[in-house]
């Protein structure tokens, strides 16, 4: 694994969240999954649902210790992973 440098810490803190948005076809999704990590810009979390990068999404964040004054909030998909079959891995900056 290579050394990243992040510009926050990030948490590996799990947490409930539902993501809505425009799917790579141009449907509209809602898909329910958990973070990875979270921090103060974003998080990143796993979808079956495929998408591109500069995806907007509306997410909504259920109990966290880090995140829980948010509630729901705009999303810009910064990073997709596809080396998994079925999922992908997806960063999202906070807007």
């Known amino acids: 694994m290579h050394n990243e440098r992040r510009r926050d810490r990030r948490d590996q803190e799990k947490v409930k969240v539902t993501i809505r948005g ?3 076809n141009g449907v509209p999704f ?3 999954t958990e973070t990875l990590d979270v921090s103060a810009v974003g998080l990143a979390f796993y979808l079956r649902t495929p998408l591109f990068v500069r995806t907007f999404l509306s997410i ?3 109990n966290s210790t880090f995140l829980s004054h948010i509630g729901k909030i705009q999303a810009l998909v ?5 080396s998994l079959p079925g999922r992908q891995l997806v960063a999202a900056q906070f807007l």
């Open 60 to 62: 909504e964040i259920g």
């Open 78 to 82: 910064v990073r997709i992973d596809t």
């Open 22 to 24: 425009t799917h790579s």
């Open 30 to 32: 809602e898909e329910q």
